[in-house]
């Protein structure tokens, strides 16, 4: 997938407001995963020969965040949290709930392509537990009626 | 008794997170006041008030802030850690979407302090709502020239920039969020030398959490007599609680630093649901020393919880009840310290792993007596060895529940299974 115009024009301008070419590593990656939606190798390198940066550099830090896809996925990402306090208020449930509702593995995505669930980390939301990100939006308080709406509005969507 | 809101004041109120709304409030005017001030006479005032770090180390802000050159010919950077990844804290999630111009405010304080002419805020990955919030406060913040050149016709200039990350508990160690500003992995850095010295591009650096820097413009503006007359000696202030876990109302409460745990969640959590009762809370985040039922008259404090063998961290209380499970829940945190280990050092890495496991095969029933004492072990290899703190953020919590629920794993060991009834650490409502 080639880089467009308008993304090389995001990615100029991201370079010249960084201190160093290395620095404006992380916003570019985010940049590019928000266009094709993973870091496949051709952007990683590519990416490397923009900044002039080491392609080892580039898988490095692509590997080392956990937000960062190097394999497509669903249209939607749920990233659903695992940590005490959710797990404390049933996140352990809901993660079953939601494998079976969605016919997916964690970590895996649905066959239609739509949604892939990920498995989260404390989301800093733990007064509102059990909570998830679903793509940009904290979905806090989860009971089934809840999962089942936010399953069905992403499917339709 | 009610919260005593400082912080939290206004965080109710529709578009409270506007700066028309933080203006209208008052807002901004401890920023001339400030700018009409020597340096020194901020940190004198910071220190007066007692302020510590809100991040987790409870380190005195006015004497950390004293530890930069002002006259340094390399920048000086000033980033605020907006990382909140810790478990069971969830107080600067709130900052950030609700009411950031404080917080914004006490950037631009804090750089004219320290002669810093950029700053950083680093925002995790996660927060996609927040960084809206805080692009949106920064761009309001530069239209009334609080930021720019030339901030109110001080001569005094400013920049400051939103650094998103991208999932990784570590970057919130400041070590770790520097380097992933620099564009590489969170590593944390051996310290010394410290950031103060060398930091952010080999820069002198000061790293400070969002509740610090909210708390300022608010002493700046009352007086530092004014804030240290709230909470207890050497411990002063609000402190914004997190309750969280097995209790009736959780949520978030604003209250003098020193309160009771018990007080806190009877009165303000009101209670344990289910009429069930408190097994074990963990006071801090997730990386705190548990504590048992029998320790709820302590005070909430950054030296009461140190001296108990705990301490404040990030004051993110997460309860637990009497169907507990504490074998589970400590498998749950050993899960998600091998998850975030950077993996620098072998005995955090490794350790974490083998924690992990150890408890798993002592929920699964395939663990052996001997096997207690090995956990109690390994936790106190990884104690105090390591380039940073995560190591033992993970080791303490452990050692506590080993040490404190010891019968519950000899049991799980002497019936070769779990021995309650429900098969997750909590049941779904
Ligand atoms: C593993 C680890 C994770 C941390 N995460 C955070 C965090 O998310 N937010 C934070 O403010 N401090 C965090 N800290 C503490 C920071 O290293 C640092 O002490 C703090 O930001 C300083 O700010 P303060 O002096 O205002 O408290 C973490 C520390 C460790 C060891
Ligand atoms: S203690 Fe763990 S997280 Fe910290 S630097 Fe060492 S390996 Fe990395
Ligand atoms: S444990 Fe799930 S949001 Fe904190």
Redesign the pocket.
């Known amino acids: 997938m080639p880089f467009t115009d308008s993304l090389r024009e995001r990615i100029d301008l991201i370079v010249s407001g960084s201190e160093t070419r290395q620095s404006a590593l992380i916003p570019v990656l985010r940049e590019i995963q928000n266009e094709f939606g993973y870091l496949s190798n051709e952007s990683m390198e590519e990416t490397a020969r923009i900044l002039g940066i080491p392609p080892s550099s580039v898988q490095n830090v692509a590997t080392f965040y956990t937000m960062f896809f190097r394999k497509p996925v669903g249209e939607h990402v749920i990233w659903l949290c695992r940590t005490l306090s959710c797990a404390l208020r049933g996140a352990e449930h809901v993660e079953h709930y939601m494998c079976e509702r969605l016919g997916v593995k964690t970590g895996g995505t649905t066959t239609d392509g739509k949604i892939t669930l990920m498995e989260a980390e404390c989301l800093a939301s733990c007064g509102t537990a059990p909570v998830m990100l679903v793509d940009d939006k904290l979905e806090e308080n989860l009971t089934k009626e809840k999962v089942d709406r936010l399953i069905e509005g992403l499917r339709k969507g | 008794m009610p919260e005593l809101r400082i912080l939290r004041t206004y965080v109710d109120v529709p578009d409270s997170h506007t700066i028309g709304s933080y203006i209208s409030r008052g807002g901004y005017t401890a920023l001339p006041k400030a700018l009409g001030m020597k340096p020194d006479e901020i940190i004198e005032t910071i220190k007066k008030a007692g302020l510590r770090g809100r991040g987790g180390a409870g380190f005195p802000t006015g004497v950390k802030w004293g530890f930069i050159q002002r006259d340094s010919k390399k920048p000086i950077y000033l980033c605020c850690n907006a990382d909140e990844s810790e478990p069971g804290s969830f107080k600067d999630r709130e900052i950030l979407e609700r009411d950031p111009h404080q917080m914004l405010e006490g950037i631009i304080i804090g750089c004219y302090t320290i002669n810093s002419h950029k700053s950083y805020i680093y925002i995790r990955g996660e927060m996609p709502y927040g960084a809206g919030i805080i692009e949106g406060a920064i761009r309001e913040a530069y239209e009334k020239g609080y930021l720019g050149k030339n901030i109110l016709s001080s001569g005094f200039d400013l920049d400051v920039v939103l650094f998103r990350g991208a999932g990784a508990y570590?970057c919130g160690e400041e070590t770790g969020l520097l380097e992933s500003i620099e564009g590489k992995n969170g590593?944390?850095r051996p310290k010394p030398p410290f950031p103060a010295q060398i930091g952010l591009f080999g820069c002198p650096t000061i790293i400070n959490n969002v509740e610090t820097l909210a708390c300022v413009p608010h002493i700046i503006n009352r007086g530092p007599e004014w804030f240290s007359s709230i909470g207890i000696p050497k411990n002063t202030g609000t402190k914004i609680y997190g309750l969280c876990g097995n209790v009736n109302k959780p949520g978030l409460y604003e209250l003098p630093l020193g309160i009771r745990l018990r007080d806190l969640i009877d009165e303000y959590g009101e209670g344990i649901p289910g009429g069930r009762s408190v097994k074990a809370v963990s006071p801090g985040g997730s990386s705190a020393a548990v504590l048992s039922a029998d320790e709820l008259n302590i005070t909430m404090d950054f030296d009461s919880l140190a001296a108990a063998g705990s301490m404040l961290g990030t004051a993110g209380v997460t309860v637990m009840d009497d169907s507990t499970c504490m074998v589970r829940v400590a498998q749950n945190l050993a899960h998600f310290y091998r998850d975030e280990?950077?993996?620098?050092?072998v005995q955090?890495?490794e350790g974490t792993w083998w924690l992990e496991k150890m408890l798993t095969n002592i929920e699964e029933g395939k663990g052996r007596m001997e096997h207690i004492d090995t956990l109690l072990d390994a936790c106190y290899q990884m104690r105090g060895t390591?380039?940073?703190a995560?190591?033992d953020g993970c080791a303490m919590p452990i050692e506590s529940i080993v040490k404190k629920f010891r019968h519950e794993f000899e049991e799980h060991v002497r019936l070769g299974r779990c021995p309650f009834e429900r098969k997750t650490l909590g049941e779904w409502m």
């Open positions: 570590i590593e944390p280990s950077c993996g620098q050092c955090c890495r390591t380039i940073c995560l190591a």
